[in-house]
């Protein structure tokens, strides 16, 4: 059976890890590239690294960062922040990410999605989607339900008047191989996802969407997974607080009965001595 | 004979992440996409992602479609992954906006299908390959372990015995191919944890008992 994934997320910038909710008490949390090493061990299923790098040479330090990931770790990687052209998408992939996250760049040209899904494969496009709900009153939404969410880019700070379900039904449409999904409300709060917009993303595309945002308690991802429909959860401030582990996780979600895959019990090393 | 596995650079796949792997797996891989240095090698690694139709006509093109059956024919250890091994057989239901017939290497007989529509398609995510049958690939792994699948299309190949492994994902499907020296794995081994490795390094074996 298809398990359901636990995906932690790095925030890097300028080749470092750093922890802090969206730009504001920003910390220097280590090494991407140990990190990722750290969490593989630990039995995440995928990795995301989210470029934060305001500069130009941005681009430099986080192709370098995958490089070095790809030579220890061997799990998918995904890798996002900036991303605005093919060039870029296919650098990222040949030094070794598996799949690249579109944001802003897809909403400001969505045909960024349909090339990258055709000169890759839609399975290396994600489209991450910030969205925040608004009211119903707001009169250019067409949503026949009561529940409205708006999605926006730039990093969650420019409101872009587009409905969550028509975009995500045109990115799907565009080749756009799986949703990271993000709630701006929920996110940080640790109170738990927005299960309706989940719920609501989830029963429009039939491609897998990946819930971000809001996860504080390990009923919170039994929610996401179960009545908001995710297929995958991302893992950022209730892994990075240090609360709780990818095992506390895995072995939460597997005893309420989900499919989930172990972590590994040896090491890459341990292999090559069997030899 | 100087022992030498190529992967093959079928310009549509992450090759550094099955370069990586495969070292990893402590074996010495050269890429190459020159059907003659192919045609010389000792074994062969043919890993393959995007679509179907774009990476036949890039075989084609690059003439490593005749040097791929020449090695597989003359008994050499080959290994396809994922398009790679969608690849060896002999076409796909995948089109992508061409009247051209799309057909494989036919070194499998049967097809490509797209998962049904009430699934999620793709098929992304950890997901566990069961070996149906004996088989030095799966040599440690005979109970059925996790590997990371990230596809579309399933093969169904029209000879049974050379199903190698099956998955559940809606239905059983043929997750893993071999017949004789030539073995495809829909799922990515260098992706797949330490699952993967041991099955890149139960490659390595084959090869080293080749000799």
């Given at each position: 059976?298809?398990?359901k994934?636990?995906?932690?997320?790095?925030?890097?910038?300028?080749?470092?890890?750093?922890?802090?909710t969206?730009?504001?008490?920003i910390?220097?949390a280590g090494?991407?590239?140990?990190?990722a090493?750290?969490y593989?061990?630990?039995g995440?299923?995928e990795?995301?690294f989210?470029?934060?790098?305001?500069?130009?040479?941005?681009?430099?330090?986080i192709?370098?960062?995958?490089?070095k990931?790809?030579?220890?770790?061997?799990?998918?990687l995904?890798?996002?922040?900036?991303?605005?052209?093919?060039d870029?998408?296919?650098?990222?992939?040949?030094?070794?990410?598996?799949?690249?996250?579109?944001?802003?760049?897809?909403l400001?040209?969505?045909?960024?999605?349909?090339?990258?899904?055709?000169?890759?494969?839609?399975?290396c496009?994600?489209?991450?989607?910030?969205a925040?709900r608004v009211n119903k009153?707001?009169?250019?939404?067409?949503?026949a339900?009561?529940?409205?969410?708006?999605?926006?880019s730039?990093?969650?700070r420019t409101?872009?008047?587009?409905d969550v379900?028509e975009?995500?039904?045109?990115?799907e449409?565009?080749?756009?191989?799986?949703i990271l999904?993000?709630s701006?409300?929920?996110?940080?709060?640790?109170?738990?996802?927005?299960?309706e917009l989940?719920a609501?993303v989830?029963?429009?595309?039939?491609?897998?969407?990946i819930a971000s945002?809001g996860?504080?308690?390990?009923e919170?991802?039994y929610?996401?997974?179960?009545?908001g429909?995710?297929h995958a959860?991302l893992a950022a401030s209730i892994?990075?607080?240090g609360?709780?582990?990818i095992?506390?996780?895995?072995?939460y979600l597997s005893k309420r009965g989900?499919?989930i895959?172990?972590?590994?019990?040896q090491g890459?090393?341990d292999?090559?001595?069997?030899? | 004979m100087?022992?030498k596995?190529?992967?093959?650079d079928?310009g549509?796949?992450?090759?550094?992440?099955?370069y990586?792997?495969?070292?990893?797996a402590?074996?010495?891989?050269?890429?190459?996409?020159n059907?003659?240095?192919?045609?010389s090698?000792?074994?062969l690694?043919f890993p393959?992602v995007?679509?179907?139709?774009h990476?036949?006509s890039?075989?084609?093109?690059k003439?490593l479609?005749g040097?791929?059956?020449e090695a597989?024919?003359?008994?050499?250890?080959?290994?396809?992954?994922?398009?790679?091994m969608?690849?060896?057989?002999s076409?796909s239901?995948?089109?992508f906006g061409?009247?051209q017939?799309?057909?494989?290497l036919?070194?499998?007989?049967?097809?490509?299908?797209?998962?049904?529509?009430?699934l999620?398609?793709?098929?992304?995510?950890w997901?566990?390959?069961?070996?149906?049958?004996?088989?030095l690939?799966?040599?440690g792994?005979?109970?059925?372990?996790?590997?990371?699948?990230?596809h579309?299309y399933?093969?169904?190949?029209?000879?049974?015995n050379?199903?190698?492994?099956?998955?559940?994902?809606?239905?059983k499907?043929?997750s893993?191919v071999?017949?004789n020296?030539?073995?495809?794995?829909q799922?990515?081994p260098?992706?797949?944890?330490?699952a993967?490795?041991?099955?890149?390094?139960n490659?390595?074996?084959?090869i080293?008992?080749?000799?």
């Amino acid at each position: 059976m298809l398990a359901k994934r636990i995906i932690p997320c790095l925030d890097v910038r300028d080749g470092r890890v750093v922890k802090g909710t969206r730009f504001v008490n920003i910390r220097d949390a280590g090494d991407p590239v140990e990190r990722a090493g750290f969490y593989s061990r630990e039995g995440a299923d995928e990795l995301v690294f989210l470029d934060i790098t305001a500069s130009v040479e941005k681009r430099r330090a986080i192709v370098d960062v995958v490089r070095k990931t790809a030579d220890a770790v061997f799990i998918p990687l995904t890798v996002g922040g900036g991303i605005n052209s093919t060039d870029f998408m296919q650098e990222l992939l040949q030094s070794g990410a598996d799949k690249v996250s579109l944001n802003t760049a897809a909403l400001e040209h969505p045909r960024l999605i349909e090339e990258g899904a055709k000169q890759f494969g839609s399975q290396c496009i994600v489209v991450a989607i910030d969205a925040r709900r608004v009211n119903k009153q707001a009169n250019f939404f067409r949503s026949a339900s009561d529940l409205c969410w708006e999605v926006y880019s730039h990093g969650g700070r420019t409101p872009t008047g587009r409905d969550v379900i028509e975009w995500v039904t045109e990115a799907e449409k565009l080749g756009a191989g799986e949703i990271l999904l993000t709630s701006m409300d929920a996110d940080g709060t640790l109170d738990g996802y927005d299960l309706e917009l989940l719920a609501a993303v989830t029963s429009t595309v039939k491609i897998p969407v990946i819930a971000s945002g809001g996860a504080g308690k390990l009923e919170h991802l039994y929610e996401a997974l179960t009545k908001g429909g995710a297929h995958a959860v991302l893992a950022a401030s209730i892994l990075h607080f240090g609360t709780y582990s990818i095992a506390d996780l895995k072995n939460y979600l597997s005893k309420r009965g989900l499919p989930i895959r172990p972590a590994d019990h040896q090491g890459y090393s341990d292999l090559r001595e069997e030899k | 004979m100087m022992k030498k596995l190529i992967i093959i650079d079928s310009g549509s796949a992450n090759l550094n992440s099955v370069y990586k792997a495969v070292r990893a797996a402590d074996l010495n891989p050269v890429v190459s996409d020159n059907p003659k240095n192919i045609k010389s090698a000792t074994a062969l690694i043919f890993p393959g992602v995007g679509s179907f139709y774009h990476a036949a006509s890039e075989i084609r093109k690059k003439g490593l479609d005749g040097a791929i059956v020449e090695a597989v024919s003359s008994g050499k250890p080959f290994l396809g992954i994922c398009l790679g091994m969608q690849l060896l057989l002999s076409g796909s239901e995948e089109v992508f906006g061409s009247d051209q017939p799309l057909t494989g290497l036919d070194l499998i007989p049967g097809f490509a299908k797209r998962f049904p529509d009430h699934l999620t398609v793709p098929h992304v995510g950890w997901n566990i390959a069961k070996p149906e049958k004996p088989s030095l690939l799966f040599s440690g792994l005979e109970e059925g372990d996790y590997f990371y699948f990230t596809h579309s299309y399933y093969v169904l190949p029209s000879e049974q015995n050379h199903t190698l492994a099956k998955t559940d994902y809606g239905q059983k499907f043929c997750s893993a191919v071999q017949c004789n020296n030539l073995y495809g794995v829909q799922f990515h081994p260098e992706k797949s944890g330490l699952a993967g490795l041991r099955l890149i390094s139960n490659f390595g074996k084959i090869i080293a008992d080749q000799q």
